[in-house]
């Protein structure tokens, strides 16, 4: 399980997960699977996600590393 | 077939490959076991999947040296040592089993011993090379 606020961002800049999958070259499941934090996406997935949101890694994808612990 | 961008797609492709590649596998060595048992040894390195078998084995220990050379990190050696002690170890080899084929209790004619210790140089030697130039190129983009 990785938590990350993509979901979150996606909704801010209102993209549904199809629209955000074909600007980052990825099928929507992959999406939904990193929504829900069950799939582990490479750094240039990271990052791409990043461009299309907006946003920076660390907005997005940062975790403090109690809470990492937590939901393992 | 439309190209698979996605890269966990690419990756689930891969898994998908290893998983059909140790089935083959298991039904190349279930027939050799097979033949080997109903017609004997002989028969069975004539067989072509013989052929096939060994050759899958060597190329994947060649694209395995790669990582080999990444694990041995721990012996703490940086650079790779000169290029000539392997050359000269390849040579030694290739002789000593030429003058073995040559006088050794199988006889054989002096062309049989030469192209025997050529190819068996040209072996090590390509693979003492392979890991100097691994070792090397890790070695520079360590530095």
Known sequence: ?72 | MKKIKDERLILQNLKNIRIAFLVQSAGIVAILLYETISKGFSEVSDNPLWFVFILTGVILSWLNLRISVDMDDKSGKKAPGPYYPKVVIAAVVGMVSALLVKFGPDGGSTRNAIIIGIVLFVCFLASYSFVHYLRKKRSDHDG
């Open chain 1, 1 to 72: 399980m990785v938590k990350n606020k993509v979901k979150l961002a996606r909704v801010q800049v209102d993209l549904t997960q199809q629209q955000l999958a074909e600007e980052v070259g990825v099928t929507r499941q992959t999406i939904s699977l990193i929504e829900k934090g069950k799939y582990n996406p490479t750094l240039k997935l990271c990052l791409a996600i990043c461009y299309a949101v907006n946003k920076t890694l660390d907005e997005v994808f940062w975790v403090p590393e109690e809470e990492k612990h937590e939901e393992d």
